[in-house]
């Protein structure tokens, strides 16, 4: 009954995300504060890791390839494949539930202990408009995060595999040019989308209605995290059957 | 003026408020007080239009709460100014910011005349030099005094209070209370306290309502609390040593 309960309070609160707007003047001031705090912020981390893993996805490839019939540049094409298809949309947006999913439920849970919550109630302000629907626009420029770990994946790839030694950067770039289908920058942008509005909701949804102090605003945190990556994993596998099959 | 008619609120199987009924007037501090449990806060929270009474109906200058549509009630809670116990100032902002946030949100004034109306009421809180501080960076007084800058900053017709001195030593305590009363006659509102401090309500309660167990067990002022043969009111007020002397000395001088 709990997680009908909880449901049916996530798509009320979706609701009310565009009801009752908040002064525009207001609303663009915090709609580019959360693009700094959600996406600017998240950048380096997503760099990073991007760049890392394309260069572990091209030497697990490169090293599980042993036949000599195979040809090298096989390995530019199933880093660019899994970079594309799912390790830039889905991974990154597991690591984003930690990242940006904490952050929110974090910001919005403390705002609710410290009765800030409150206090725009009382005010008259519809308090989720003000606080969740400019985290919503602000994660509609996830994409542009996504096509940099899309971009910096592959280049990990192709730093992994000349300085590894595995193929020839030719053979790479022949790997990565291969056999590519524009749909599937379709797909990954498509779920892009879909788990931006996740990361921008679920997170939200646990901080809003937390209840306690402290120590419940780490729980929420945590249980946050389960639910969006949970949500994630799930709507992933929907997309990708509906989608690509 | 706030008219409270049997007002009652439960939360599951627990009926916290049992038919309350009481008046709070125009330009007079009103105490609610009682001990912790008794419903005040939830009380308070009615008045607020946070919580929604299952039954009877409050009305704020005669439009009863409850039968107004959302834009009214909207444009009534804007009318509203309220502290909260532990302040509630937005962390992200400064003082400045949180006092002018009203205003940005519901008026149409221009930058520099938010700034002078924000500027006007933190001197009249007495902390005109705290404009670009952080909350974080303010003592637990001075905290009060922009969570009450910001409450009536845009010129309320109700100021609700929820244990505005709970957590300041007893000098702050009564500047703070000093203050929600000068505030109440200056600007004419209605204003609501909850406490349960004895000290407030020798101050500056000019109506007490005594509340117990979700029901209304006594209604007064600071004057005629300590007259009072109500035993109930009488328990709470006398639990401390000191207003025990006070009561003694009094039904001596009676005497």
Known sequence: MTYLHNIGAYFIMIKDMFRKPTKWSVMRILIFKDIDDLIIGSLGIVAFISFFVGGVVTIQTALNITSPLIPKYLVGFATRQSIILEFAPTFISIVMAGKVGSFITSSIGTMRVTEQIDALEVMGINAINYLVFPKFIALMLYPFVISIAMFLGIMGGMAACIYGGFSTLDDYIIGIQMDFIPFHITYAFIKTFVFAFVLATIPSFHGYFMKGGALEVGKASTTSFVWTSVTIILLNYILTQLLLS | ?255
């Open chain 2, 1 to 255: 003026m706030i008219d409270v008619k049997n007002i009652h609120k439960s939360f599951g199987d627990a009926h916290i408020l049992k038919g309350i009924s009481t008046t709070f007037e125009k330009g007079k501090t009103s105490l609610v007080i009682g001990q912790s449990g008794s419903g005040k806060t939830v009380f308070l929270k009615c008045l607020l239009g946070l919580f929604h009474p299952e039954e009877g109906s409050i009305s704020y200058d005669g439009k009863i709460y409850s039968e107004l549509n959302s834009d009214q009630k909207r444009n009534l809670r804007s009318e509203m100014g309220m502290v909260f116990q532990g302040s509630a100032l937005f962390d992200s902002m400064t003082i400045m910011e949180n006092v002018m946030f009203p205003l940005r949100m519901f008026t149409k004034q221009s930058k520099s005349e938010m700034e002078d109306r924000a500027d006007f009421v933190l001197k009249r809180v007495k902390l005109e030099d705290a404009h670009n501080k952080m909350p974080s960076e303010a003592s637990g007084g001075m905290q009060k005094r922009v969570a009450i800058a910001r409450a009536i900053v845009n010129k309320p017709k109700y100021l609700f209070c929820d244990e505005p001195n709970s957590g300041l030593d007893p000098k702050t305590a009564i500047v703070i209370d000093d203050l929600i009363h000068e505030i109440t006659d200056e600007y004419n509102i209605t204003t609501i306290i909850n406490s349960h401090d004895m000290n407030s309500v020798m101050q500056i309660g000019e109506k007490i309502v005594f509340l117990k167990d979700g029901l209304k067990a006594w209604e007064g002022s600071k004057e005629t609390i300590f007259k009072t043969d109500n035993e109930v009111v009488t328990d709470f007020v006398y639990s401390s040593e000191l207003f025990k002397k006070v009561r003694q000395m009094y039904l001596e001088e009676r005497q």
